[in-house]
């Protein structure tokens, strides 16, 4: 079941436009992290985590995919959902954030080698979200 979860998780990750492709657009990821709520929910998420370093340029730079942000339900409410990817490698190297609404929170899934990361602990209905937003 793990594996036929990760193989349709990075099926549907593995184009950049698979994000939510019938979803409103709203705005990118790096939009996004000029807004100080947001990237402090970004480095709230991140807290305690050793991010692979093309997450942590990112933050720096702001530089990566210009991907759209689409809308996600969860708890009645419409959140966020953000992508980037380590540039020129997106395949096997992406994060996806959920930003609750007004940016106070996020949370990501990490994957990297085949592997998935939940990080800023999301319970079951904000991953939940979160994968409705990649399939």
Same mark, same amino acid.
């Given at each position: 079941?793990?594996?036929?979860?990760?193989?349709?998780?990075?099926? @549907?990750?593995?184009? =950049?436009?698979?994000?939510? @492709? #019938?979803?409103?657009?709203?705005?990118?990821?790096? #939009?996004?992290?000029?807004?100080?709520?947001?990237? +402090? !929910? *970004?480095?709230?998420?991140? +807290?305690?985590?050793?991010?692979?370093? *093309?997450?942590? %340029?990112? +933050?720096?730079?702001? #530089?990566?995919?210009?991907?759209?942000? =689409? @809308?996600?339900? @969860?708890?009645?409410?419409?959140?966020?959902? +953000?992508?980037?990817?380590? !540039?020129?490698?997106?395949? %096997?190297?992406?994060?996806?954030?959920?930003?609750?609404? $007004?940016?106070?929170?996020? *949370?990501?899934?990490?994957?990297?080698?085949?592997?998935?990361?939940?990080?800023?602990?999301? #319970?079951?209905? =904000?991953?939940? !979200?979160?994968?409705? $937003? =990649?399939?």
């Amino acid at each position: 079941m793990r594996a036929a979860f990760l193989f349709a998780l990075l099926l @549907a990750a593995s184009s =950049i436009h698979a994000l939510g @492709a #019938d979803a409103p657009k709203g705005p990118y990821l790096s #939009d996004l992290m000029k807004q100080p709520a947001h990237r +402090a !929910a *970004w480095y709230g998420m991140l +807290a305690g985590e050793t991010p692979p370093s *093309w997450v942590e %340029d990112y +933050a720096k730079t702001l #530089d990566g995919p210009p991907t759209p942000s =689409i @809308a996600v339900e @969860a708890n009645d409410e419409t959140y966020t959902l +953000a992508y980037t990817c380590k !540039a020129n490698e997106c395949g %096997d190297n992406q994060l996806f954030v959920l930003f609750s609404p $007004g940016g106070a929170k996020a *949370w990501g899934l990490l994957v990297t080698g085949g592997r998935q990361k939940w990080l800023g602990a999301p #319970d079951e209905t =904000i991953q939940k !979200a979160i994968l409705s $937003g =990649i399939e």
